[in-house]
């Protein structure tokens, strides 16, 4: 059974900092991209960031270039995704996933796995 759990949300004022964590289960964690998604009330669930097996292969959400940072330690089986300068625009529940493949996606129907999200506010 696949389990995805994120942690490391909460509540901050702009500028701040935030690392949310993704620790993975039931899946050989090397052989998975990792992905980040993001969805704000009323809106569609939209991508963040993502990263491919290795983590030699990155993408990001253009709004976060520069202030995010995606990265995971497979000997942990967890990604993560490091969260600088942080807007109120960031503000939603984020949500990590995965997939077993060897190329880097970004659509959220690209990814089979999902965990159930952690809460991200950020005050102005």
């Known amino acids: 059974q696949v389990q995805l759990v994120e942690s490391g949300g909460g509540l901050v004022q702009a500028g701040d900092s935030l690392r949310l964590s993704c620790t993975t289960s039931?899946?050989?964690?090397?052989?998975?991209?990792m992905g980040w998604f993001r969805q704000a009330p009323g809106k569609e669930r939209e991508f963040v960031a993502a990263?491919?097996?290795?983590?030699?292969?990155?993408r990001y959400l253009d709004s976060v270039k520069g202030r995010f940072t995606i990265s995971r330690d497979n000997a942990k089986n967890t990604a993560y995704l490091q969260m600088n300068s942080l807007k109120p625009e960031d503000t939603a529940v984020y949500y990590c996933a995965t997939k077993n493949a060897v190329v880097v996606y970004t659509t959220t129907s690209d990814y089979p796995y999902w965990g159930q999200g952690t809460q991200v506010t950020v005050s102005s």
């Open positions: 990263i491919s097996r290795g983590g030699g292969s990155t």
């Open positions: 039931g899946v050989t964690f090397t052989s998975y991209v």
